[in-house]
T-cell receptor, first 117, second 114 residues
């Protein structure tokens, strides 16, 4: 069974601060995929990134960056110079590689990020 | 390029009633999954449809059923509604492949059971 833990329930920062959202996962599978999704108040889950378990390169996309460390089973997400529009609930999720038979994403409980002006 | 669409946006039902939610997948996608998201929780997988058949199911009772049509759109049906069924129901679509392809989500249907 898979498990994703997002220990930070809520984070509040002031605009332009950097903020890191933590994600720790558990799986017995050797190959798996990790995701981050953003859920604004409208409710739709917006895809941000997907990482393979065999690719530990960190990734940067604009103000967003992701730190994947297999040794500690963590996949943390950093927003640099946060903006009010970044306010949302952020979810980390995992799915084992299955060759096409498994489409069940396992989500953490999410972290509510509030960026104050 | 239209994304995943869901209808209706909101729905209010009473206990014991039945409800049908609808989903149209993103263009080019053929696999649809449904998730239930209770308030303050992460989404929980209900089931997945491909080629008009239920292929995978999460830990949900038989009151939850679905259907997929030849155009890949899907319905989620919930019978004998309980207060605990109040939640945001999310539909996600992807292209059948390795199972790890990114799932894209719709805006959800918020169901309230009174």
């Amino acid at each position: 069974a898979q498990k994703v833990t997002q220990a930070q329930t809520e984070i509040s920062v002031v605009e332009k601060e950097d903020v890191t959202l933590d994600c720790v996962y558990e799986t017995r599978d050797t190959t798996y995929y990790l995701f981050w999704y953003k859920q604004p108040p409208s409710g739709e889950l917006v895809f941000l990134i997907r990482r393979n378990s065999f690719d530990e390169q960190n990734e940067i996309s604009g103000r967003y960056s992701w730190n994947f460390q297999k040794s500690t089973s963590s996949f943390n997400f950093t927003i640099t110079a946060s903006q009010v529009v970044d306010s949302a609930v952020y979810f980390c999720a995992l799915i084992p590689y299955s060759g096409g038979s498994n489409y069940k994403l396992t989500f953490g409980k999410g972290t509510l990020l509030t960026v104050n002006p | 390029d239209a994304g995943v669409t869901q209808s209706p946006t909101h729905l209010i039902k009473t206990r014991g009633q039945q409800v049908t939610l609808r989903c149209s997948p993103k263009s080019g996608h053929d696999t649809v999954s449904w998730y239930q998201q209770a308030l303050g929780q992460g989404p929980q997988f209900i089931f997945q449809y491909y080629e008009e058949e239920e292929r995978q199911r999460g830990n949900f009772p038989d009151r939850f059923s679905g259907h997929q049509f030849p155009n890949y759109s899907s319905e989620l049906n919930v019978n004998a509604l309980l207060l605990g069924d109040s939640a945001l129901y999310l539909c996600a679509s992807t292209r059948r492949g390795l199972g790890s392809d990114t799932q894209y989500f719709g805006p959800g249907t918020r169901l309230t059971v009174l």
